[in-house]
T-cell receptor, first 116, second 116 residues
Framework: AQSVTQLGSHVSVSEGALVLLRCNYSSSVPPYLFWYVQYPNQGLQLLLKYTTGATLVKGINGFEAEFKKSETSFHLTKPSAHMSDAAEYFCAVSEGYGGSQGNLIFGKGTKLSVKP | DARVTQTPRHKVTEMGQEVTMRCQPILGHNTVFWYRQTMMQGLELLAYFRNRAPLDDSGMPKDRFSAEMPDATLATLKIQPSEPRDSAVYFC??????????????FGDGTRLSIL
């Protein structure tokens, strides 16, 4: 069965500093991995996804994530935080096959705060 | 950009009342998901439909919740009777699942429900 663990429910960085949000997954099939962002009073918005191929995936707003099979990780990074990056971030893994194909298993989320 | 549309955005009602939430998925998407988000439980999958057929509603309290898709452009989630513990944000998401687990889900902006 698939599962996702996000380390740290809250992360605080200074504006301009590196953002690193951690995600580890467990999957019985080759994983398809996603990062979503949720701004206040909005739904989840796709940041980036990994399916197959290049393990370093670039997304919107300057974010990227690297799939590391040996570490079962898919950490999200951004070189320089901006105030507008303050939001909640969710890592997700896609379920396998059959009827549950396309379902996402979400982590519990990490709230990112950006200090001026 | 195509969007998932949810109505109403906010709903406040008294315990025991019927609540109906509506969702218009993105045209062409064949799978519709209902989620509930609370501070305590995070994001929970309640039910989902593929090609309008219910595939799994094991996440829903069966005695009071019901989900339907009367047609391809409308999904509904009903609570009857409502209870204070149902207060949450309810999200609808849609996606295209055709033998590819990599298709992302697209979320609406949610219905913020408060049961007094």
């Amino acid at each position: 069965a698939q599962s996702v663990t996000q380390l740290g429910s809250h992360v605080s960085v200074s504006e301009g500093a590196l953002v690193l949000l951690r995600c580890n997954y467990s999957s019985s099939v080759p994983p398809y991995l996603f990062w979503y962002v949720q701004y206040p009073n909005q739904g989840l918005q796709l940041l980036l996804k990994y399916t197959t191929g290049a393990t370093l995936v670039k997304g919107i707003n300057g974010f990227e994530a690297e799939f590391k099979k040996s570490e079962t990780s898919f950490h999200l990074t951004k070189p320089s935080a901006h105030m507008s990056d303050a939001a909640e971030y969710f890592c997700a893994v896609s379920e396998g096959y059959g009827g549950s194909q396309g379902n996402l298993i979400f982590g519990k989320g990490t709230k990112l705060s950006v200090k001026p | 950009d195509a969007r998932v549309t949810q109505t109403p955005r906010h709903k406040v009602t008294e315990m025991g009342q019927e609540v109906t939430m509506r969702c218009q998925p993105i045209l062409g998407h064949n799978t519709v998901f209902w989620y509930r988000q609370t501070m305590m439980q995070g994001l929970e999958l309640l039910a989902y439909f593929r090609n309008r057929a219910p595939l799994d509603d094991s996440g829903m309290p069966k005695d009071r919740f019901s989900a339907e898709m009367p047609d391809a452009t409308l999904a509904t989630l009903k609570i009857q009777p409502s209870e204070p513990r149902d207060s949450a944000v309810y999200f609808c998401a849609s996606g295209l699942v055709q033998g590819d687990r990599g298709q992302p889900q697209h979320f609406g902006d949610g219905t913020r429900l408060s049961i007094l």
